[in-house]
């Protein structure tokens, strides 16, 4: 019986890789939006690809940056607008968040924009990168980076972290 890969692992180090690759750029970036195609699929049809690629494992998968992502104040309604070809296997978002205690966002002002600035300068704000990455085939991950703790051995990886994250990028990838 042949062995079966367990997509979960490959997803989780393809995930890592990619926020390893944006970490490298520092903090303050826009959300970056990747196509995870599968390795050895993606040097089939990208021969000129192969030198760059002959290091990773075939079996693994391969994150392709999708350049020129529109300018949103919604992830959500910019994830609704997506869809991907069927030669892509998987998606992942990596997009920087500020965190706050509960009792930062009582008595915040009624409009949105005084709100945003009341929070970004909130004493007990932290910032964070989140890395969400699924595979058609269902399996997810997501990873935590926190400003403070910015350090590749310090980076959280669990599945339950950005669940309302995961299923708008898992839509992106049904048909």
Do not use: Y
Not at 74 to 100: C, H, Q, Y
Not at 104 to 132: C, F, I
């Amino acid at each position: 019986m042949a062995d079966v890969p367990d997509f979960t692992e490959i997803l989780t180090k393809a995930a890592a890789d990619t926020e390893r690759h944006v970490a490298r750029l520092g903090w303050d970036q826009a959300p970056r939006l990747f196509a995870l195609v599968r390795t050895d699929s993606l040097m089939e049809a990208e021969p000129t690809l192969r030198a760059e690629l002959e290091s990773a494992p075939a079996e693994g998968l391969t994150s392709v940056e999708q350049e020129g992502l529109l300018k949103t104040s919604s992830i959500e309604s910019l994830l609704g607008t997506l869809g991907w070809p069927d030669a892509v296997d998987g998606a992942a978002l990596a997009l920087e968040r500020i965190v706050v205690p509960p009792e930062a966002e009582r008595d915040l002002p009624l409009n949105s924009t005084e709100a945003t600035e009341a929070l970004a300068n909130h004493p007990a704000r932290r910032d964070v990168r989140l890395l969400a990455a699924v595979l058609r085939s269902g399996e997810s991950v997501c990873l935590l980076r926190q400003r403070e703790h910015d350090s590749d051995d310090a980076v959280a990886i669990g599945k339950d972290i950005a669940p309302g994250l995961i299923e708008a990028l898992r839509a992106t990838l049904s048909n």
